[in-house]
């Protein structure tokens, strides 16, 4: 009697001190107890992971310009030593200020003999004479030509060659050899006419501007090029006509330069941009547009790497 006493005594000490309770199991005798905890104490809430927002898609009418990754995948037809360069003078959609018929591609100057290469993998489906006009406006308008079909339907021509390497039916890996540069068909000097068609191979107004395909070049510094389109729309979204400005920003090592850029003519203004130009050093610019005796202008950047998208809404 007197021991259980002495057990009773302890037991209400240790439960009155802070101490850590003795395992029950040390105590056969004693019942399990169960420790009601204060509601504001007991709950504990772990904060949840932070997901970073989704960020809207630039919207290039609402924004002053927007930079996207482009779709630059298909390689240069001509490559160095030769001249891999766009005619700047007489580019996709231009007329060359009126002297020309609206131009369907882009030009690489280059003598006769130059290799010309595949863009891409592909297939021949047409290699031979202009002499049906099936992919051109009149009989011999392309002389010597090569068609390749790629991926996703696209297709890639090469014009004017004064010599054909390939037959129809051939499989082409991307930069093999396969004409020379000519100056077949209705061509003035010797050159590469090069187009991009897509979906249409036979419609002569299916073709894209190939300076936003080809890879950018780079460079005297050896970094790689940017692109920029422009698209010059109304309040209903119809495209206009209009010639443009663009100045590049000088820098402690850059002078600058300027720039004319003219907008496709009407018929050929078929895809969402209306002006294009390629192969740009990054930097800062200022587009300026003179449309109804307004003066629209911009400042925008030019990325490494990167297309440029402008949209001028005009009155």
């Not at 209400?12 to 420790?35: R, Y």
């Not at 504001?40 to 310009?65: G, K, L, M, V």
Request: include cysteine; proline fraction near 6%.
């Amino acid at each position: 009697m007197v021991m259980h006493r002495i057990l009773l005594v302890v037991l209400l000490f240790l439960l009155a001190s802070c101490a850590s309770v003795p395992n029950v199991a040390a105590l056969p005798d004693a019942t399990p107890t169960t420790v009601i905890v204060p509601e504001s104490t007991a709950t504990f809430i772990s904060p949840s992971p932070t997901s970073e927002p989704t960020q809207a898609p630039c919207d290039p009418r609402a924004a002053d310009y927007c930079i996207t990754d482009g779709h630059f995948i298909l390689h240069r037809p001509i490559m160095p030593p030769a001249n891999d360069s766009v005619d700047t003078t007489y580019r996709y959609a231009s007329t060359a200020n009126g002297k020309r018929e609206p131009h369907h591609g882009v030009e690489f100057l280059n003598k006769f003999g130059t290799p010309v290469h595949a863009a891409a993998n592909g297939t021949v489906i047409f290699a031979g004479p202009d002499t049906e006009a099936v992919y051109s406006p009149q009989i011999n308008f392309y002389g010597n030509l090569i068609v390749l079909k790629h991926e996703n339907d696209l297709y890639t021509l090469y014009a004017h060659l004064s010599k054909i390497n390939v037959q129809v039916g051939d499989a082409v890996f991307v930069g093999e050899q396969i004409g020379e540069v000519g100056q077949s068909g209705v061509a003035t000097g010797s050159h590469l006419h090069f187009e991009v068609r897509e979906n249409r191979v036979e419609d002569y107004f299916a073709t894209q501007n190939p300076e936003l395909w080809l890879m950018l070049g780079v460079d005297e510094r050896n970094i790689r090029c940017g692109v920029l389109m422009v698209s010059i729309i109304d309040e209903e979204s119809r495209h206009q006509y209009g010639e443009m400005t663009l100045e590049r920003k000088p820098t402690a090592s850059d002078k600058g330069k300027t720039f004319y850029l003219d907008a496709y003519v009407n018929e050929m203004a078929t895809g969402e941009e209306n002006a294009a130009m390629g192969d740009l050093i990054p930097g800062s610019y200022r587009i300026a547009l003179k449309y109804n005796g307004h003066l629209y202008e911009r400042w925008l950047e030019v990325k490494s790497g990167k297309l440029t998208q402008v949209v001028i809404v005009v009155k």
